[in-house]
């Protein structure tokens, strides 16, 4: 499997160097009440970090004011973008298997699984006759700012190539906000079968490009080639221009056809943070839009966005290598509230 890398390509703003943060944390966060998922989550987070040696441990765990390590994420490899935390490959079986029952936790059962896929795509690349980089399930790793807590806000981070969950969590809620998705292959073997790890959102994508009249895909189709992503590393802070068809001006079918574009993206999220932010979405469906560009055909071949109050997201296929429809960039924030800003941050 060969791969390539454009340096220059795959994302507006970001490149080797990434994502930059100046979050400043304010001195006194309002918590709020906890709930039975942010108990769970946080017994996950402990019961993860008392497998580790105190060697690792510190490794792993961050301040949580640390903005260099808040924004230690990216599409490139480990080899040209340096994380921070723990490698995969540097865990025992046990501490694999506690770290497994986290990200279940935090995950939806469709988030793990596209976590686990998005790496199995990734140990394909191994040995590839692409650039020299470090490919594979184990480089992926998970890091800690701040210490797993319900009275006091913390992050988990996992991620590596084409993979960066960022996971603020105060209290009862959690923002997923920046969310990177994608890879590359994208049509894989796993679990016995040939699986197309993107299908689910691509295949809503297009139902709702199809349930829509000719004057309302005049909108919606913003141009015939494919444009590249916006919202990649290095994006902080960046708000996109609305286009499209608006929410506003759908039927109701349409209206739910959209939402169910954005839920196989938010689906990834445990079920009690995808019911609260698709509450948001569905809340401000009206001042919400749809873009599409790139062709109709083949599957998987376009870009398209969604953007409103609640959301911003992207699936961005990459024009690099011989199928474009085989490598994905896609990207999901949340305006106002990157890395739980809206809660975390000073005034």
Not at 210 to 227: F, K, M, P, Y
Not at 249 to 260: M, N, S, T, V
Not at 315 to 329: K, L, N, S, V
Request: proline share 4%; charged share 20%; aromatic share 10%.
């Amino acid at each position: 499997m060969a791969l390539i890398l454009g340096l220059g390509a795959c994302s507006s703003g970001g490149g080797p160097d990434g994502e930059t943060v100046g979050i400043t944390i304010a001195d006194n966060v309002e918590v709020g009440a906890s709930d039975a998922k942010a108990e769970s989550i946080v017994s996950a987070a402990e019961a993860f970090l008392t497998t580790l040696s105190d060697e690792q441990r510190a490794a792993v765990v961050y301040d949580f004011d640390d903005n260099a390590q808040r924004a230690r994420w990216s599409n490139f490899p480990t080899s040209f973008v340096e994380r921070g935390g723990i490698m995969r490959k540097d865990l025992s079986q046990d501490q694999l298997a506690a770290l497994d029952a986290l990200l279940r936790e935090v995950l939806s059962a469709d988030g793990f699984r596209n976590a686990r896929m998005q790496m199995a795509a990734d140990d394909t690349l191994v040995g590839g006759d692409g650039p020299a980089a470090d490919f594979g399930s184990g480089f992926y790793y998970v890091a800690f700012l701040g210490e797993p807590s319900t009275d006091a806000p913390w992050m988990l981070q996992f991620g590596g190539h084409h993979m960066a969950y960022n996971m603020t969590f105060v209290g009862a809620k959690a923002s997923f906000s920046p969310m990177l998705t994608g890879g590359q292959p994208l049509t894989i073997q796993f679990e016995g079968k040939e699986v197309y790890i993107t299908r689910e959102e691509v295949a809503a994508s297009r139902n709702f490009l199809g349930s829509l009249t000719e004057s309302q895909r005049g909108e919606a189709i913003r141009g015939d080639a494919v444009i590249n992503i916006l919202l990649g590393p290095g994006a902080h802070g960046t708000v996109i221009t609305d286009e499209g068809v608006r929410g506003a001006d759908l039927d109701e079918r349409q209206r739910e056809l959209l939402l169910a574009v954005v839920e196989a993206r938010v689906g990834q999220f445990n079920a009690r943070d995808a019911a609260a932010k698709m509450a948001e979405v569905r809340a401000t469906i009206g001042d919400t839009w749809f873009a599409w560009w790139g062709p109709t055909e083949p599957f998987g071949a376009a870009y398209f966005r969604v953007t409103g109050p609640a959301i911003m997201m992207e699936y961005g296929p990459q024009e690099m290598g011989d199928d474009i429809t085989e490598h994905a960039h896609n990207m999901y924030r949340d305006p106002g509230n990157d890395y739980g800003a809206r809660w975390i941050a000073a005034d």
